[in-house]
């Protein structure tokens, strides 16, 4: 069974090359692998069959072009990888629930809308793979992160929250992420950033965890989907690099710098997932930042 390295090379390829022949036996020949194994690797690192993930992608795309551009439903369709304008319409509707015209007149509104094609482009290929443990070797020990300090304007979010077990935040991040990112596709939410996990209150063994995406602007949340804000003021920000599993260590460094430079805590940490594992396989270039905002240095 090819390990979860391989199947990013895999995802990277499909990401690259979306709007060409994406079938399982094409993907098959172009990795080498059988369609059988394709299948079954492909599901277990993305949580989705290759034509699920495929089709998922595309239509993401095809839902952020509506609202960027003023090209026709048509053209949208073939560019995204469609066959026809009536199998791109078929799927759209079962998806978002209303044909694309309808779709983009209701949308017609967003605000920033070429920088939500890009994170949409940017952040849908890896909304199941964030945090999770998809490096097959021995974690290597890590560089000093860099730690800078920044002021952070105040940041609309919708997120839902959960308790998890420490060894279980990737499985619930990647449960959450993608009903608050797809939440946002079906409103036409303007998305201003990358998934983000904010982190809460501990408990013996558990954590509460927020999996979220930044807006443009504020919006209501709904069920258990809820609005909130990342807050205004200084922040110390450290620059992770390298793979999800030493991770701890970069929030250990943080800790050790912010007390070496008198800065004190004032509110819950978040990760900020910069770098998509299936556009960018290599861990070694994987980018997350780690935020903590601070009071007043009391040195």
Same mark, same amino acid.
């Given at each position: 069974?090819?390990?979860?390295?391989?199947?990013?090379?895999?995802?990277?390829?499909?990401?690259?090359?979306?709007?060409?022949?994406?079938?399982?036996?094409?993907?098959?020949?172009?990795?080498?692998?059988?369609?059988?194994?394709?299948?079954?690797?492909?599901?277990?690192?993305?949580?989705?069959?290759?034509?699920?993930?495929?089709?998922?992608?595309? !239509?993401?795309?095809?839902?952020? =072009?509506?609202? $960027?551009?003023?090209? &026709? %439903? /048509?053209?949208?369709? *073939?560019?995204?990888? +469609?066959?026809?304008?009536?199998?791109?319409?078929?799927?759209?509707?079962?998806?978002?629930?209303?044909?694309?015209?309808?779709?983009?007149?209701?949308?017609?509104?967003?605000?920033?809308?070429?920088?939500?094609?890009?994170?949409?482009?940017?952040?849908?290929?890896?909304?199941?793979?964030?945090?999770?443990?998809?490096?097959?070797?021995?974690?290597?020990?890590?560089?000093?992160?860099?730690?800078?300090?920044?002021?952070?304007?105040?940041?609309?979010? !919708?997120?839902?929250?959960?308790? =998890?077990?420490? $060894?279980?935040?990737? &499985? %619930? /991040?990647?449960?959450? *992420?993608?009903?608050? +990112?797809?939440?946002?596709?079906?409103?036409?939410?303007?998305?201003?950033?990358?998934?983000?996990?904010?982190?809460?209150?501990?408990?013996?063994?558990?954590?509460?965890?927020?999996?979220?995406?930044?807006?443009?602007?504020?919006?209501?949340?709904?069920?258990?989907?809820?609005?909130?804000?990342?807050?205004?003021?200084?922040?110390?920000?450290?620059?992770?690099?390298?793979?999800?599993?030493?991770?701890?260590?970069?929030?250990?460094?943080?800790?050790?710098?912010?007390?070496?430079?008198?800065?004190?805590?004032?509110?819950?940490?978040?990760?900020?997932?910069?770098?998509?594992?299936?556009?960018?396989?290599?861990?070694?270039?994987?980018?997350?930042?780690?935020?903590?905002?601070?009071?007043?240095?009391?040195?």
């Amino acid at each position: 069974m090819p390990d979860a390295r391989e199947v990013l090379l895999v995802l990277d390829d499909i990401c690259r090359r979306l709007d060409e022949d994406a079938s399982l036996e094409a993907l098959a020949q172009r990795s080498g692998w059988s369609a059988h194994h394709l299948q079954r690797a492909v599901k277990r690192v993305a949580g989705e069959t290759p034509k699920q993930y495929v089709l998922r992608l595309r !239509l993401e795309r095809a839902a952020a =072009a509506l609202l $960027a551009t003023d090209e &026709q %439903v /048509l053209t949208i369709a *073939l560019d995204s990888g +469609f066959a026809s304008h009536e199998v791109f319409c078929r799927a759209f509707r079962r998806r978002f629930d209303c044909a694309p015209s309808e779709y983009r007149a209701r949308h017609a509104s967003v605000p920033d809308v070429e920088h939500h094609r890009e994170v949409v482009r940017a952040a849908g290929p890896c909304l199941r793979l964030h945090r999770q443990p998809l490096h097959p070797q021995r974690v290597e020990s890590m560089n000093t992160p860099e730690i800078t300090i920044r002021t952070l304007n105040e940041q609309p979010i !919708l997120y839902i929250e959960k308790k =998890a077990a420490m $060894a279980e935040i990737a &499985q %619930v /991040l990647a449960e959450i *992420l993608p009903r608050v +990112f797809a939440h946002c596709q079906e409103r036409g939410l303007s998305l201003a950033g990358p998934p983000l996990v904010n982190y809460g209150p501990m408990t013996p063994g558990h954590i509460t965890l927020q999996g979220a995406m930044p807006l443009a602007e504020p919006a209501d949340g709904e069920g258990d989907i809820e609005a909130g804000t990342l807050p205004a003021g200084p922040a110390a920000v450290a620059i992770h690099t390298g793979p999800y599993e030493n991770l701890p260590g970069t929030h250990a460094a943080l800790e050790r710098w912010l007390e070496a430079e008198g800065h004190e805590a004032r509110g819950p940490r978040w990760e900020v997932y910069l770098t998509d594992p299936a556009t960018t396989p290599n861990p070694k270039d994987w980018r997350t930042e780690v935020v903590a905002p601070i009071g007043s240095s009391t040195s």
